[in-house]
């Protein structure tokens, strides 16, 4: 979700990426020409399982990263872009649905008209920031500014409530920075401030392409950036952010108005629309004291340079050639280490699929899932719980009435698999073939709406949080739910053509590591109606606790780039998935064969084939900068260690390879929570 963005605790499978190469590759589930026969799978399994494929797939000069799901979403991109294509030809006979998404894409793909425009689409916006008088009518510019898509110093939309899973609530949380993190503001290593150099040097450019003089551009560029760090400075880190209980604080707006006075919140929640809102969920209170300390010591005109800042950054992508440029010469090239900008047709598909989801959505899915698609999902989800549930039953460290409620819990997961009950419905957005800007603008005022549109009424558990094209998948834990997009539901994810072994180290493991999200760290914390509730027994969370540690530990050794490495309470969630998910779904490989052992196929046993279908999953390419950026930033772990660092908690992967204790992939010291 680029434009609205909606504060959400629900955890993805993979990092959110930006992928794309040319098409016409063979998906296959498993892939012999993948391999590195030259690595010892007991030294280094990643390397002995995608070493070939490193080889045969260099970098991409448009990318920072590409593996096999780059490769899957490019693949699910051309279908979307020959849906584009035929739907802008503008020939008369068009449904409305495809003169929205051909319009809108056509308009976007138009850089001649778009260059020509230059910034006046920008000014009606510019102009209302500038005639600001005084600081008591910021809420209102921030209203606006809101409503059309930039999201100035926080966040806005609204949640679950967390602790009654049935309600809809406003919330606010911390936002409004141009780094990645808030810890890209105060780290002190070499590089960290050179990138903040670079930072200050490309807010500093595009104040000159706005039109200031290269001096007043500096002094505004050194304005965001103090305002930036002040922001920064009030915001929790990513490890406290995973923390639910700190980050919910249901207030009124009275109390909100104490906390943090000086912003006419009240006046903010009207002219932003959406239901009248008397309470919310302030995720942290601290960030908007940071926020009240900002606007009562910043002087008005830094204020209103801070937020032609962001209207600026957050429009990059319907701006004339120069801004792209410039934005991808920071955001791409610097700190993702991407020598080339993606060509503008894949940009252009993937901005109509972000702000119209649903336009392409539904024909999406008959195209490529199926009914098929869906049942053969729906068996193997049934299969992966069978084993979760027996697994849940086998730990030794739970006493019976938390297990009891575990498997409650699991009973209680809904499936959503790679269809919409609803889909949106877009006659009320105005698309022209000849204004990206407004097109754009008009689609992300949409989407607050309908986002806002939610507080007070029943959840609708029918939406979902990604597109049907996207390449991946998340657990809810609110709507204990767990969700595959029908992009995801395709080789080499599952493959027809391949053996079980293959399919369940694959999608068998990725329907595992979703259903595990309900009981790591995090959604360990809900309740199978999804509420924020302890229904642990004080030893039992202990010993929960010890056992995570073991993977903190294990993990956080784990070198990402330099001499950053891993964080491994950032990743605890996601590493405790992905080693839930690949045992439970090598116990249903096992249910399923009934105590038949297959056959070798191509010299591998069963039991290795299904290793080397995870491995396989995870096969790509990455730059240092994209490395770097990831271990910092993001709680999935880089695929190197999301394969090596589970087989190697496996007695079963050692037993498959005849790996001696001690060896790399046999340390003495496993670690299993589930
Ligand atoms: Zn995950």
Not at 504 to 533: C, M, P, S
Not at 559 to 585: C, F, H, M, P, W
Request: with cysteine.
């Amino acid at each position: 979700m680029s434009i609205t963005i909606v504060i959400m605790v629900r955890t993805s499978l993979l990092v959110v990426f930006f992928g794309s190469l040319a098409f016409g590759q063979q998906f296959n589930g498993f892939d012999l020409g993948s391999l590195d026969r030259s690595v010892d799978p007991c030294v280094n399994f990643y390397k002995f399982s995608c070493g070939g494929w490193q080889t045969k797939n260099p970098l991409p000069s448009d990318q920072a990263r590409y593996g096999t799901f780059d490769a899957l979403q490019d693949r699910n991109r051309i279908v979307l872009q020959n849906l584009l294509e035929t739907a802008s030809s503008n020939k008369p006979g068009r449904s409305p649905i495809e003169q929205k998404e051909g319009d809108f894409y056509a308009a976007c793909m138009d850089e001649k008209a778009i260059d020509a425009r230059g910034t006046a689409p920008l000014k009606p916006d510019l102009d209302r920031i500038a005639v600001l008088k005084n600081k008591k009518d910021l809420a209102e510019v921030l209203a606006h500014l809101f409503r059309n898509g930039s999201n100035p110093f926080f966040n806005f939309g609204s949640e679950q409530d967390a602790k009654d899973s049935t309600k809809v609530i406003a919330a606010i949380g911390q936002g409004g920075l141009g780094l990645p993190d808030r810890d890209y503001y105060f780290k002190t290593d070499a590089k960290s401030a050179e990138e903040r150099k670079q930072y200050v040097a490309h807010v500093q450019k595009m104040f000159e392409l706005l039109g200031s003089s290269p001096a007043e551009a500096a002094m505004k560029a050194q304005a965001v950036m103090t305002i930036e760090t002040a922001l920064a400075k009030g915001s929790l880190d990513n490890v406290s952010l995973r923390d639910p209980e700190k980050t919910y604080h249901k207030m009124t707006v009275g109390e909100l108005t104490t906390l943090s006075s000086d912003f006419e919140w009240p006046k903010f929640f009207k002219d932003a629309g959406g239901p009248s809102i008397q309470s919310l969920d302030v995720s942290e209170p601290d960030f908007f004291k940071a926020f009240k300390d900002v606007i009562e010591k910043t002087s008005l005109d830094d204020l209103k340079t801070y937020l032609a800042w962001h209207l600026v950054d957050s429009n990059t992508g319907v701006l004339p050639t120069a801004f792209v440029q410039e934005n991808f010469n920071f955001n791409g090239k610097i700190l993702r280490g991407a020598k080339e900008l993606r060509p503008r047709w894949k940009r252009c598909v993937d901005m109509t699929d972000q702000q119209l989801p649903d336009a392409l959505g539904k024909t999406f899915v008959e195209k490529t899932l199926g009914e098929e698609g869906k049942q053969r999902t729906q068996k193997m989800i049934a299969e992966l719980e069978k084993a979760m549930e027996k697994d849940l039953q086998a730990v030794d460290w739970m006493s019976p009435q938390t297990k009891q409620q575990a498997i409650e819990k699991l009973h209680a997961i809904a499936n959503k698999i790679g269809n919409k009950a609803h889909w949106l419905d877009y006659a009320n957005v105005k698309v022209s073939r000849d204004d990206a800007f407004g097109n754009s603008e008009r689609a992300s005022e949409f989407e607050l709406a309908r986002q806002l549109n939610k507080i007070g009424k029943p959840v609708d558990k029918t939406d979902w949080a990604m597109s049907q094209p996207t390449v991946n998948a998340y657990y809810d834990p609110q709507e204990n739910d767990i969700n595959f997009p029908a992009g995801i539901l395709q080789a080499p994810f599952y493959d027809n053509k391949a053996d079980d072994a293959v399919n369940y180290g694959a999608i068998g493991a990725v329907i595992g590591h979703e259903l595990t999200h309900g009981f790591d760290d995090q959604g360990r914390q809900y309740d199978a109606k999804g509420n924020l509730r302890d229904w642990w027994t004080a030893a039992d969370a202990k010993a929960f606790d010890a056992l995570a540690d073991c993977i903190v530990k294990q993990y956080g050794e784990f070198t990402a780039s330099g001499d950053v490495k891993l964080n491994g309470k950032l990743t605890l969630g996601e590493n405790t998935a992905d080693n839930g998910g690949l045992r439970i779904a090598y116990m249903a490989l096992m249910d399923s064969y009934a105590g038949r052992q297959p056959v070798p196929i191509d010299g591998f046993t069963s039991d290795q084939r299904f290793f080397l279908g995870w491995a396989q999953v995870w096969c790509e390419n990455h730059t240092d900068e994209i490395a770097r950026q990831q271990a910092l930033t993001n709680p999935h772990s880089l695929s190197q260690f999301r394969v090596n660092g589970v087989v190697s908690n496996m007695p079963e992967f050692r037993k498959a390879f005849g790996c001696k204790e001690g060896q790399p992939m046999a340390p003495a010291r496993m670690c299993k929570v589930w």
